[in-house]
């Protein structure tokens, strides 16, 4: 029997741990409000039992309810039996108890639709009516079994049960909620000295409220809380609801306080510090909620005043930029005669060359044209008067007078009389020299740019190559180990080095695809595919991460029947997606939705989750490269901060959007639509199983100046009949080539001297018997094609080894009625 996961097994101690605190604390609760107003010969004035199991249910997925319910009913049972109530009995209630706290959690899914939030004044009534209505329901039915088993009065039971319990539900449940929250609102609102003082202070005030007699003083309570709201806010009403109703239901209890009259029944201090209770709280919640809002929008507010000042800083700087621009830029018109004399220049020409108008009127322009444009320059004013050239701006260099050379941006038009003759030319010239540098300047930064991609292309090249070779040994020796079925605990370190090894060339594939995408080298390759597979493969992938956390994978695939599509990059944008949702959620579900519009062909992913939800902050940092939300997360989730960026570059590039919509605590929904063409009443043939007796007598030269690798690919094909030839390096496989003739040639790429390039050419261009025999690249590196020489090679056997692929492309390439037809297919 295989070892439990050690991960596995901590999940399952937790969860046990908390089902019994739980029971536990359902038990002391109930105990509490059973004996303590029993040795009085009183009914409890507060129900609080049900309020943790009712809590507990708000943040468990439906399907996992039972065990909230059962732990909640096993306490309620243990506290009926320590109180002397019979074992019919205690179960009775006990069940009519957990009947309460189910229907009122379905109660508030209804209303609230999502997870239920104290601080919202909606959700704070949708959780008192659904106790109400729950505790009434839970009522009618404990006064039949009370009234079957003891006679008693059947109304007044009832509506005992019935205030009791809708109390507890309505004042306890919420405290509860943010408590199991505790950190997420410790990180919003830190304590401060100053919400230490409000919570002595309404301690101060509870007491002085009910630990006398004397004065009615319950009016000092109110301002105590709400100080408390103003400085702690949610957590603050939730510490002072629970403080307030302790010392008011222990000091009424025992006949204290400004809530007791000196001629009031029980019944009636029950009445007022119920309905103080329920104010109370109700008051508390809805004032630290607007509190909340309060800060949030003022921060809001702040975050937006501050853009908007930014951008009024930026648009008087570029104000001021195109001021001082106008200033500096003079333009200058001429006028000049078809034989070239100038007849008119305006001012602007003395700040443009330093000469007068004066000096310039009746001599020619082309003296001062720089020797080197004057060529062109006489020619595209010959082509304006014979009609060639319609004019339009030229650039040339003139002398100044200082003699420095400057260029000029002249854009002439020819003028012609009545008779359609050329009679002058008329210009309008500025000196463009500084952007003749800057386009000189950003030429050479695109050379350079482009020579650095070069380098980046090689460099990343040289690293797969470096990264993807010994991990071509590392997996495949794993690989082997773990399929040898060892014992305890080499079985197991086995395991995890073909785990880790996996994840590494994860991340390594996710870095040389963005290379890809980048390059705009990524292959894209439609087939009639179903998208509802693609789902369901997803979610069988993620389905053991997902269980061990106590999540629920729900699809919601309608019927989109087959489409054109390339499904394996369908699969990897979901899985990245699903994957996120999954890594970061705690609890709840996630949702993969699928839908297809026929009309507009185009189909639609949507992956939601419960999780923390993102802020608009973090929603700016989605989809960039090398960026995570949180920088923590790299080392608590693992990733190369890419899977995103890399998805919204292989949903671009079938032609698609992606996008995501999110809420803080509210969970998020990443969504993606792609083209997808109808594919008809086409069907998808499952990829067969490679015929591997087929492999037997086959003649391969393996080629690798790795031995490891090369063992690996012995231990693969031997068992299989193989004759397998093996070479050390390329100059070694031309001298085997030219010896015995092979059906195939496994060719790796990166070797010293003479490499995989070379030596499969020197094959093809020499007159052995191999010269025909299809030669397939075996490489690790991220473009073996940068040479734009594949023709050398009929097919591609990318490292580290996946043994089923390297059998496909063997077989392919050497079955009689694939590989001759494949071959001159090639060859054509």
């Excluded at 399907?63 to 074992?87: E, K, P, Y």
């Excluded at 470096?466 to 690989?479: D, K, Q, W, Y």
């Excluded at 031997?718 to 001298?735: F, H, I, M, N």
Aim: glycine fraction near 8%; proline fraction near 5%; charged fraction near 20%.
């Amino acid at each position: 029997m295989a070892a439990q996961n050690p991960a596995s097994a901590r999940a399952d101690a937790t969860v046990f741990l908390r089902i019994l605190l739980l029971a536990a604390t359902v038990a002391a609760l109930a105990y509490f409000g059973l004996a303590v107003p029993r040795d009085e010969g009183r009914v409890a004035m507060i129900w609080l039992a049900n309020a943790p199991v009712l809590a507990c249910l708000l943040r468990t997925p439906m399907n996992r309810w039972w065990i909230c319910l059962s732990a909640g009913f096993a306490g309620n049972v243990a506290a009926d039996l320590l109180t002397s109530d019979t074992l019919v009995t205690s179960v009775a209630l006990s069940l009519c108890n957990a009947l309460e706290t189910a229907l009122a959690a379905a109660i508030i899914g209804q209303l609230v639709r999502g997870r239920m939030d104290p601080t919202r004044s909606w959700h704070l009534v949708a959780n008192t009516f659904a106790a109400s209505l729950a505790a009434l329901v839970a009522g009618l039915a404990a006064a039949t079994v009370m009234g079957l088993r003891f006679d008693g009065d059947f109304l007044h039971t009832m509506m005992l049960w019935a205030v009791a319990d809708a109390l507890g539900l309505a004042v306890l449940t919420p405290c509860i909620l943010i408590l199991l929250e505790w950190p997420r609102w410790m990180r919003e609102r830190r304590s401060s000295a100053a919400g230490v003082l409000a919570l002595a202070g309404l301690v101060a005030a509870d007491l002085a409220a009910f630990a006398q007699d004397a004065y009615p003083l319950s009016f000092l309570v109110p301002p105590a809380m709400l100080l408390v709201c103003l400085t702690l806010e949610v957590r603050g009403a939730a510490i002072g609801v629970i403080l307030t109703s302790a010392i008011a239901i222990l000091f009424t209890f025992s006949g204290h306080g400004s809530l007791v009259g000196a001629n009031d029944s029980w019944t009636a201090r029950l009445i007022v510090l119920q309905l103080f209770l329920v104010v109370n709280s109700g008051l508390a919640f809805r004032m630290a909620g607007l509190h909340r809002r309060r800060r949030l929008l003022q921060a809001e507010l702040e975050h937006a005043r501050e853009e908007a000042e930014a951008q009024a800083a930026q648009a008087l700087t570029a104000k001021g930029e195109y001021r001082l621009l106008a200033e500096r830029v003079t333009d200058v018109i001429s006028r000049a005669r078809v034989s070239g004399e100038l007849t008119y220049v305006s001012p602007s020409i003395g700040a443009l060359t330093g000469f007068r108008p004066e000096e310039l009127l009746g001599r020619d322009l082309l003296p001062h044209v720089h020797p080197e444009d004057r060529t062109m320059f006489v020619e595209a004013h010959t082509a304006m008067a014979a009609g060639r050239r319609a004019g339009g701006p030229i650039r040339y260099r003139i002398i100044r007078k200082d003699g420095r050379a400057i260029w000029i941006e002249g854009n002439p038009s020819l003028v012609r009389d009545e008779a359609g003759r050329p009679v002058e030319f008329v210009d309008v010239s500025r000196d463009v020299t500084e952007q003749v540098e800057l386009e000189g300047k950003l030429e050479a930064a695109v050379a350079d740019a482009e020579r650095a991609a070069k380098v980046k292309s090689e460099f990343l090249a040289n690293m797969s190559h470096e990264i993807r070779t010994p991990l071509t040994s590392i997996l495949g020796f794993a690989s082997f180990l773990d399929e040898m079925k060892l014992a305890d605990p080499a079985a197991r370190y086995a395991g995890r080095v073909v785990s880790a090894s996996r994840t590494l060339l994860a991340v390594v594939n996710d870095i040389l695809d963005f290379s890809k995408l980048e390059a705009g080298r990524l292959e894209l390759k439609s087939r009639p595919t179903d998208p509802s597979e693609c789902v369901r493969d997803v979610l069988e992938l993620f389905g053991p991460q997902a269980e061990a956390k106590g999540l629920d994978l729900a699809p919601d695939v309608g019927s989109c029947g087959l489409v054109m599509v390339d499904p394996d990059r369908l699969r990897q944008v979901l899985m990245n997606l699903a994957g996120n949702a999954v890594k970061f959620t705690s609890e709840g579900l996630v949702r993969i939705a699928c839908a297809y519009d026929r009309d507009a062909e185009r189909l639609t992913f949507r992956v939601s989750d419960t999780g923390p939800g993102l802020g608009a902050e973090a929603q700016a940092k989605l989809f960039q490269r090398f960026s995570q939300v949180d920088g923590s997360t790299t080392r608590a989730h693992g990733g190369t901060g890419l899977g995103l960026a890399i998805s919204k570059g292989l949903v671009e590039a079938m032609g698609g959007r992606i996008g995501v919509e999110s809420r803080l605590g509210r969970g998020s929904t990443f969504w993606f639509e792609v083209p997808a063409p109808a594919a008809g009443a086409q069907s998808v043939a499952p990829e067969a199983a490679p015929e591997l007796d087929a492999l037997s007598g086959v003649r391969i030269l393996a080629v690798d100046d790795n031995p490891q690798n090369l063992e690996i690919v012995r231990s693969i094909l031997r068992p299989l009949g193989v004759e397998l030839t093996e070479a050390g390096s390329g100059a070694q496989a031309v001298e085997a080539a030219k010896i015995a003739p092979f059906d195939l040639i496994l060719m790796d790429l990166r070797m010293p001297e003479v490499d995989g390039w070379a030596a499969a050419g020197a094959i093809r261009d020499g007159d052995g018997p191999n010269r025909d025999a299809p030669i397939l690249a075996f490489s690790a590196d991220v473009a073996p094609d940068r040479r734009g020489a594949m023709g050398v090679f009929q097919d591609l056997v990318r490292k580290p080894i996946e043994p089923l692929e390297l059998l496909r492309a063997i077989l392919k390439w050497t079955l009689p009625a694939s590989g001759e037809e494949d071959a001159d297919h090639a060859a054509a």
